[in-house]
């Protein structure tokens, strides 16, 4: 990214956090209430406890491995409907500012003003959308704790290949940290994979234009004197 748009971004990251922190309580407001998350797939309690069926070597096949084994072993510390609930707002947050970190990394943002509303569309979209709504009526927390590792898993396995050596292994623990945060469930596990591989494996960024313009009007410009 270059230092213009680099710029633009971090004159905007601080707005563009207060609105997904915005959307993303509107979206939970009932969670900020007294209980616990109950519905449908969604059940949270104050305790849990390590059982066969949370470590996956139960009778039946368990869906729900590693995320009950967490949960159990935070709810030995913390209440785990409060876990539960902390867990999905960040997620939220995270998908937020995922989506318009891609935005920003292949938009190239040239002001403060493009960098805002290139953010704010992208975390709109990437906080309420159908998907979203549909896991929450649904009670799949976990499954958007993994939604929101994607965009990450996206943007840092497209600057793995980066020239940069810090870029380079700056770039290697982001996506490590995406991918095992995507593990919380065995969906989003396989989900993660296929996102990086094909992050991994996509083109390079492509060309600032207005900055490869900008490089050949200086690079030109002493050429005209000899001409």
């Known amino acids: 990214m270059s230092q213009r748009a680099l710029r633009s971004v971090n004159g905007a990251l601080g707005w563009v956090t207060l609105w997904c922190i915005a959307i993303t309580s509107a979206l939970l407001w009932p969670l900020f209430t007294n209980g616990y998350l109950l519905t449908r797939g969604?059940?949270?309690?104050?305790?849990?406890?390590?059982?066969?069926?949370?470590?996956?070597i139960g009778d039946t096949l368990s869906c729900s491995v590693p995320q009950d084994t967490f949960i159990a072993i935070v709810s030995h510390f913390m209440d785990g409907g409060l876990a539960v609930k902390i867990l999905l707002f960040l997620a939220l947050i995270f998908a937020g500012l995922g989506a318009a970190g891609l935005g920003w990394y292949f938009l190239f943002p040239a002001t403060r003003g493009q960098a805002l509303t290139q953010g704010l569309a992208a975390a709109t979209f990437g906080i309420w959308n159908p998907f979203v709504v549909e896991r929450l009526l649904q009670g799949h927390w976990s499954l958007l704790l993994c939604y929101g590792a994607l965009p990450w898993i996206a943007l840092t396995g497209t600057m793995?290949?980066?020239?940069g050596h810090y870029t380079r292994?700056?770039?290697w623990?982001?996506?490590?940290a995406s991918m095992a945060l995507a593990g919380f469930t065995p969906t989003g596990a396989i989900m993660g994979i296929?996102?990086?591989?094909?992050?991994?494996?996509?083109?390079?960024?492509?060309?600032?234009?207005?900055?490869?313009?900008?490089?050949?009007?200086?690079?030109s410009t002493p050429l005209k004197y000899w001409q």
């Open 42 to 56: 969604g059940v949270s309690t104050p305790h849990s406890y390590i059982t066969p069926s949370a470590l996956g």
């Open 194 to 219: 296929l996102f990086a591989l094909l992050s991994v494996g996509l083109p390079k960024r492509p060309i600032d234009v207005s900055e490869l313009r900008l490089a050949i009007d200086h690079t």
């Open 169 to 171: 292994l700056t770039a």
């Open 160 to 163: 793995v290949m980066s020239t």
């Open 173 to 176: 623990a982001a996506l490590t």
